[in-house]
Structures are given as C-alpha cells and as structure tokens.
C-alpha cells in the first residue's frame, strides 16, 4: 500500500515525488563520497593506520635480527649435513 502510495507521489507533476527521488540519490552518492574522503585524509592515515601498524609489528631491533640471521644460519647447515649424510648412503 505504501510502495503504491509512494509511486504515485513520483508520477504526479505537483507531488513531492520528484524532489524526493533527488534527495535520495543525493543521500545516496553523498555517504560513501564523503566516507572515502574522510578516510583518505593525510592526519587519519598518520593519527590511527601507522600508529596501529607499528603496535602490531613493532620496528626490529638489531639483536632480534641477529638472532634470526643465527638460526637461519644453524638451519642451513644441519639441511646441508643431512643432505651430505643421505648422498654418502
């Protein structure tokens, strides 16, 4: 009944329909527009998307990436050993 009520408000020359037809378009285009500008905004980027990057993954630290480049090291010899075991058989 509404939807009815609704299309005949659009098709009648003097009725509202056209007006609300605009502003809903309006509405429409203006939310994700005005969405996509906000977030896009240099300070949102900075304030809350690098910040909370660098919480979850924090600079490294020169001892962290020591003690990974050791243990690759010590992985990469115990694969050649194995691989060096497995040919002398």
């Known amino acids: 009944m509404w939807l009815q009520r609704l299309a005949e408000a659009a098709v009648g020359p ?14 429409y285009l203006t939310f994700p527009v005005a969405m996509f500008w ?13 910040r909370r990057k660098q919480e979850i993954f924090p600079p490294e630290r020169e001892d962290q990436r020591r003690e ?3 243990f690759k090291e010590r992985m990469r010899k115990q694969r050649e050993e194995r691989l060096l075991r497995t040919a002398q058989r």
């Open 14 to 27: 003097n009725r509202m329909g056209v007006k609300l037809e605009v502003f809903r378009m309006m509405l």
């Open 38 to 50: 906000v977030s896009n905004q240099a300070e949102y980027f900075e304030e809350y998307v690098i």
């Open 68 to 70: 990974l480049e050791e």
